[in-house]
């Protein structure tokens, strides 16, 4: 049996993307055929919830029937793969809780493969989390997404205070998510469909939906772009699918 | 199947003649079929929207409301030919926005056909605009326009190669003649006694060029 796979999308501040960048990891991981449930954090209302309603559950990571819910079925769930989106401003605490509860020891002995994809915003705070966040990351794969999607820019005006967050984190990989066209992402959130429905130009039922050509190509576009990142950190080979399968509706 | 032709007349260059073949193919697209769509996107030239005002609606690329609006438009298969006037503006935008959204893909899932028509000059900037749509652009939608009064001898070599239709010039007094917003093609035909004519055998050639690539479209569908 594959080994249970947990990653935290996550970061300490709102609105940098994080919901958005746990979609795109289930669209990739559904495309790829890879079993997948998630957690929204997000309690009680979950944002993720709504685009995927079928495989994510909402929980509260603080309290300890919900971290049961999340750790003591990994062994038994059948999907191999989960997702956590962390709410904004529990990134840390929640990686604190992990450890106090030996998950983080358990991905250090191997026994589970664990990742955090930390969405970093346009702040000194943000980039402050990081060095934070980074005395948990032993064992852990680290990848450090700046998210262009709401077109951030990211201390390009000083390499020197980039280069000293970025390069705290040993063995971070950095990845880029590019910007969506405003008018496609307001569609989609319209819509509280999966991305790749979306493209499909289906409703949340399966059911022939009406989107505009034009929006749907630049999904379809931006969608094929971010999943050649994640095809480019191996991210199937993380979680123990082998390679890629070709996809539809990619190029 | 029903196939919906989309053709789209273009050129990075202004004054190279994009409106007015976009005006004769127009009008023998209606005459043939009774029924033509054409979309002017035109703002600093000569505009397709003045000279068939009953046919055009005008559009624009600019912003993704523009977009929106031509291009879910043009991807439907309804059987109405579309014709596409695109200024030299806006001949970037376009097709990086068509390369982007796949609209050559979709269209040929959709049946609906789009033609390139790429008017020619002998240029830098038309020679890398040419170059791009090579690339994106599979060469059986791809046709330059070769219009005898701006190229003036012969095509840049890559352009030759490709598939090519000829529109001959006109002496200046017919040009001026043609270029009135009253003139009409159809028109000319139908009430010109004198078939032999230089304008009327010039009118007749283009529409008989039109006519053939639109034969050569279906057939092209039928393999």
Redesign the interface.
Known sequence: MAKPVVIVVGADKGGVGKTTVSRTLLDYFSANNVPTRAFDTESPRGTLKRFHPDITEIVDMTTTTDQMKIFDTLNSASPSVTVIDVRAGLLSPALASLRDIGFLDAAKSGQITFAVFHILGPSIASLDEIAETANFMVGAKYFLVKNFINNTSFFEWDQATYNAYFHRIKDATELTIPKLNEMAYEQVEVASVPFLKFVANKGTLDEAANYSFVLRGYVRHWLANVWSEFDRIKLTDLVGSGKPALRSGEK | MLITPVYIICSPRPLVGKTLIARQLSEFLLLKNGDVTAFDINLKEPSLLEFLPDITETAEVDD??G??AL??RV?INDGIAKVIDLGFHAFDEFFK?SE????MK?AARRGVAPVILFVADADRVSARGFATLREQIPKSALVVVDNEYVVRGELPEAMARSRILRIAALPSFLKTYVDRLTFSFTGFLRNEGNSSSELHQWVRRNYLSFRELELSLILQRSF
Do not use: A, L, Q
């Open positions: 993704t409301f977009k929106m291009m879910d991807i926005m982007e959204i796949g609209f979709e």
